[in-house]
């Protein structure tokens, strides 16, 4: 681009003599014919430094500079690039967690679930077993009570019936005549309770 400049400039020194020439008598001293030679010497030693120098010193930096904040742009995005992978992995091991996690916590509710339901069944098998138990020892101490309840009610009912009739007729009468006539009405009785 330097290049361009410096022989676009001799380029239009040397295209401008005409109007130079023309300008001559004017009476300004740089367009005098006669120091061209020394103003082309200057603008070519001026232009050359100029050019060594910003293609020597100048540009190399600057391109220098450019191609590092090329690599370093290019790291950046490099970087951004792996982030961005390594956080969709980490996302995916994130959901792949959580799914565990909600079977992981299925698995034991039903499984706690399926304790419980145990537990309580065996709790009312045992229960159920206690309480027949208890329905067969009461059904058992009523059959005794039945029983000794006749044979009491029995032994009242000769008492009694002895005792009255000592009251009545004055005189007391066999106890075993007694006992067999209200055996005889307790059975007659049970008889009819159990026909009813």
């Given amino acids: 681009m330097i290049k361009k400049i410096f022989f676009q400039t001799i380029f239009f020194n040397f295209f401008f003599i005409r109007e130079v020439f023309a300008a001559e008598s004017g009476g300004m001293p740089q367009l005098n014919p006669e120091f061209w030679v020394?103003?082309?010497?200057?603008?070519?030693?001026?232009?050359?430094?100029?050019?060594?120098?910003?293609?020597?010193?100048?540009?190399?930096?600057?391109?220098?500079?450019?191609?590092?904040?090329?690599?370093?742009?290019?790291e950046n995005i490099e970087a951004a690039e792996k982030q961005r992978e390594s956080s969709e992995s980490k996302l995916k091991e994130y959901d792949e967690i959580i799914l565990k996690s909600k079977l992981e916590a299925k698995n034991i509710f039903k499984d706690a679930r399926e304790k419980v339901l145990k537990d309580i069944n065996s709790k009312k098998e045992?229960?159920?077993?206690?309480?027949?138990?208890?329905?067969?020892?009461?059904?058992?101490?009523?059959?005794?009570?039945?029983?000794?309840?006749?044979e009491k009610i029995n032994k009242i009912a000769i008492e009694t019936s002895s005792d009255l009739i000592k009251k009545i007729i004055g005189t007391e009468i066999n106890n075993s005549s007694i006992s067999t006539?209200?055996?005889?009405?307790?059975?007659?009785?049970?008889?009819?309770?159990?026909?009813?």
């Fill in 38 to 74: 020394s103003q082309i010497f200057w603008l070519t030693l001026t232009f050359g430094i100029l050019y060594v120098v910003l293609s020597k010193l100048i540009l190399p930096k600057i391109s220098a500079n450019l191609e590092l904040r090329k690599s370093q742009i290019q």
């Fill in 126 to 150: 045992i229960l159920d077993k206690q309480i027949n138990e208890e329905i067969n020892i009461a059904e058992m101490e009523i059959e005794t009570l039945k029983k000794s309840a006749s």
């Fill in 181 to 196: 006539i209200v055996a005889d009405l307790s059975k007659k009785n049970g008889d009819e309770n159990y026909g009813s």
